[in-house]
């Protein structure tokens, strides 16, 4: 599933392609919206929520997309090949006279009225990336459940919204703690410093091509997918397992030395390790 910072970005690219602009083309390629015709219709703005897009245009009307594993939105000039895969793939096209957006694979796609946005978005918790962000909210929401384990937490985008997997992992080695750990141990400073850091690393994200948390150029990432490769602060081998709520397990990566707090037997690893 896509970062918040990675939908800011495509956002932003259909924001330019399509804002102010009068659509001359509108596909829907999906049985409920097939008839939906928004041709004529001049294109409002883009704007990411969370993980989801929301396009809005001229007549009260939003076109509601998500991403999830395999979406993607590709905006391409008049005469350009489109190359974000087969045809049967496509399940939108929105154009107007000089660029022409093309959604492929979307599970989740509607047209639905601007005012009754919240009906899509409105579980969400505070926006990392937009302008509800609300620390001490997000903060309440994640202390809400405290045995929660911290990992499954950060991805329920009913506490805070925007972070995936990739940086549950980060943000948990940068916090010191395993994303095992129950909510209620994460340590007070530690807690009182989690939505700073969420927030800080999306914004600092939302402008490069390439996801960096360390700093450092070419070692762009502390533990998400360096396992079993060394720890860029100890050395030690990074580890990686699965961790979910039972409806979805994602590959979840740390490091046993920098790290405290529960995490799987070495028989729930994928690869070698021992529980810390």
Not at 28 to 40: I, M, N, S, Y
Not at 106 to 124: I, Y
Request: hydrophobic residues 35%; charged residues 25%; glycine residues 12%.
């Amino acid at each position: 599933m896509p970062e918040g910072d990675t939908v800011w970005q495509a956002a932003r690219r259909l924001h330019d392609a399509l804002a102010g602009k009068v659509l001359t083309l509108s596909d829907f390629r999906v049985p409920r919206f097939a008839t939906v015709d928004l041709t004529g219709r001049t294109v409002l703005d883009v704007t990411p929520r969370g993980k989801h897009l929301l396009a809005r245009v001229e007549g009260g009307l939003t076109v509601h997309s998500h991403l999830r594993m395999d979406g993607s939105w590709k905006v391409f000039a008049p005469g350009q090949r489109w190359s974000g895969g087969p045809a049967h793939q496509i399940r939108v096209v929105l154009g107007t006279a000089d660029r022409t957006a093309v959604g492929y694979r979307l599970p989740v796609l509607e047209v639905l009225r601007t005012a009754d946005e919240q009906r899509a978005v409105g579980h969400l918790g505070p926006d990392l990336l937009g302008p509800d962000w609300d620390a001490a909210r997000a903060r309440d929401n994640l202390r809400a459940d405290p045995a929660r384990p911290l990992g499954e937490a950060l991805l329920d985008q009913r506490n805070l919204a925007g972070i995936g997997n990739v940086y549950k992992c980060e943000l948990c080695f940068l916090l010191g703690v395993t994303p095992w750990l129950p909510v209620g141990e994460l340590p007070a400073d530690r807690a009182a410093q989690l939505p700073a850091l969420a927030r800080r690393l999306l914004e600092a994200n939302r402008e490069r091509p390439v996801r960096r948390t360390t700093g450092v150029r070419g070692q762009d990432l502390f533990v998400y997918g360096r396992a079993p490769r060394p720890c860029l602060r100890c050395g030690t081998s990074v580890r990686v397992a699965d961790q979910g709520d039972g409806s979805r397990d994602r590959p979840t990566y740390w490091c046993p030395t920098c790290q405290s707090g529960p995490a799987p037997h070495p028989g729930g690893l994928r690869g070698s390790g021992r529980r810390r």
